[in-house]
């Protein structure tokens, strides 16, 4: 079984590391900037902690999962094959001296919330076939979803991760700020939220569409845009999606 | 019991038909402006079906479940207590001669899914105390979740949902089109956008925020805006949403 060294002691890189184990690899040494962190997460891998680059432990792969500014200039004291787990930076960022690739759940990891790996897409790249046989051995093991995905198809990917994800929440915290001025509890919204991401499995986004702008209810839009006059950006935020709901028809 | 008729066969009639039946009620007539549809909905129902609106027969209550713009001059026509279904509409533009009211599941209704009610938020108001018992009962035999919210709150929460729900699905569907031009597959995004949703339940959508934006990823977010360059809507729209994403940190 591959042996691994985990580079990161973040939401992603916990998470991978306690899938990694539940499912019989072994952690070698988990490298953290903090050395309490890294003993943290070491106790609960059955692992080895370190806070110096300079002392990593030859493995037969490391999983970087830092930051992404810092990737490069951690992979550079990483002599051995390594994957880092980032949706935007190139694996030709990482030392190119051994064989590298990326490992890249598509998902959003907590730190104490512990997630189900097996429904996690996980994107795979690799320089040598010998690697990339080797990760993908490793992502069906954690998932039923493992996709090749090359650098150019992973930052679309994280584009559309960001529209479909970050915006989505930014809307329920739009949503959220209109309840709490008038005092609606947002959970009245739960299950509508909860209906709405469902749809969306069944059928394309764009039949599931529906409310004032795809019925050209212009009634309706005018009546919100007013409530909306002196709310400079939510106002241009809701006349520029309804345009776009609008022109999408 | 109540003895209901039922005014409108779309997608949200036909639900609450099935759902009140199911709870013991009697629809004792079904109108639809469509013949052919008002038969197919009464079958279902166990009831009977008409198109003409001077044929209505006396009940207890009225349930007006037509698109907003003819709800008004329906409501002229039937001699009797009602309330109607809309988010939008005042009670006020329904018939000052009997009691009135409304009764607004916030949900969104497809004709073929049957929804379960008793989880989805049934927002009350009436003209009369004795109408508003009335419609209380039936609601909570409908539904766990009840509010009483007049006019002015209901139509804040409508916008609240309309941000919520619709602009959250058009995020889905801009994920979808960059998705489809650049031949990945939508369904790599479905466990994402699940999390998304169900995140919320559990924290604040602003605690559950995560992305380029919100750790202020400045190399990202002028990486996403170089991929969008020629996209002009799409990165007016990124653009927007994330300052907006900034400005909340």
Same mark, same amino acid.
């Given at each position: 079984?591959?042996?691994?060294?985990?580079?990161?002691?973040?939401?992603?890189?916990?998470?991978?590391?306690?899938?990694?184990?539940?499912?019989?690899? +072994?952690?070698?040494?988990?490298?953290?900037?903090?050395?309490?962190?890294?003993?943290?997460?070491?106790?609960?891998? @059955?692992?080895?902690?370190?806070?110096?680059? @300079?002392?990593?432990?030859?493995?037969?792969?490391?999983?970087?999962?830092?930051?992404?500014?810092?990737?490069?200039?951690?992979?550079?004291?990483?002599?051995?094959?390594?994957?880092?787990?980032? $949706?935007?930076?190139?694996?030709?960022?990482?030392?190119?001296? =051994?064989?590298?690739?990326?490992? =890249?759940?598509?998902?959003?990891?907590?730190?104490?919330?512990?997630?189900?790996?097996?429904?996690?897409?996980?994107?795979?790249?690799?320089?040598?076939?010998?690697?990339?046989?080797?990760?993908? $051995?490793?992502?069906?093991?954690?998932?039923?979803?493992?996709?090749?995905?090359?650098?150019?198809?992973?930052?679309?990917?994280?584009?559309?991760?960001?529209?479909?994800? &970050?915006?989505? &929440?930014?809307? =329920?915290?739009?949503?959220?700020?209109?309840?709490?001025?008038?005092?609606?509890?947002?959970?009245?919204?739960?299950?509508?939220?909860? +209906?709405?991401?469902?749809?969306?499995?069944?059928?394309?986004?764009?039949?599931?569409?529906? $409310?004032?702008?795809?019925?050209?209810?212009?009634?309706?839009?005018?009546?919100?845009?007013?409530?909306?006059?002196?709310?400079?950006?939510?106002? +241009?935020? =809701?006349?520029?999606?309804?345009?776009?709901?609008?022109?999408?028809?």
């Amino acid at each position: 079984m591959v042996k691994i060294t985990l580079i990161g002691s973040g939401n992603l890189g916990t998470q991978l590391g306690l899938s990694l184990v539940k499912n019989g690899y +072994e952690i070698i040494q988990v490298y953290s900037k903090s050395k309490e962190n890294a003993t943290l997460l070491a106790e609960k891998l @059955n692992s080895k902690a370190t806070d110096d680059l @300079n002392q990593l432990i030859d493995t037969d792969l490391a999983i970087i999962s830092v930051n992404d500014d810092s990737i490069s200039n951690v992979s550079k004291l990483v002599n051995f094959p390594q994957v880092h787990t980032s $949706g935007t930076i190139s694996m030709n960022d990482l030392n190119q001296n =051994y064989p590298v690739g990326v490992f =890249y759940p598509l998902q959003t990891f907590s730190k104490n919330t512990d997630v189900l790996f097996d429904q996690i897409p996980i994107c795979i790249e690799a320089s040598t076939n010998n690697l990339l046989e080797k990760i993908e $051995g490793i992502a069906k093991e954690l998932s039923n979803k493992v996709y090749f995905m090359n650098e150019s198809k992973r930052a679309k990917l994280h584009l559309s991760a960001v529209v479909a994800c &970050n915006f989505s &929440n930014l809307m =329920y915290q739009l949503a959220d700020e209109i309840c709490d001025e008038n005092e609606i509890p947002f959970e009245i919204l739960h299950s509508l939220i909860e +209906e709405t991401s469902h749809k969306i499995k069944k059928t394309s986004p764009t039949k599931a569409q529906t $409310g004032p702008a795809k019925r050209s209810d212009i009634k309706t839009i005018e009546n919100h845009l007013d409530q909306l006059k002196n709310n400079a950006e939510l106002f +241009e935020i =809701y006349n520029l999606l309804t345009k776009s709901i609008i022109n999408r028809k």
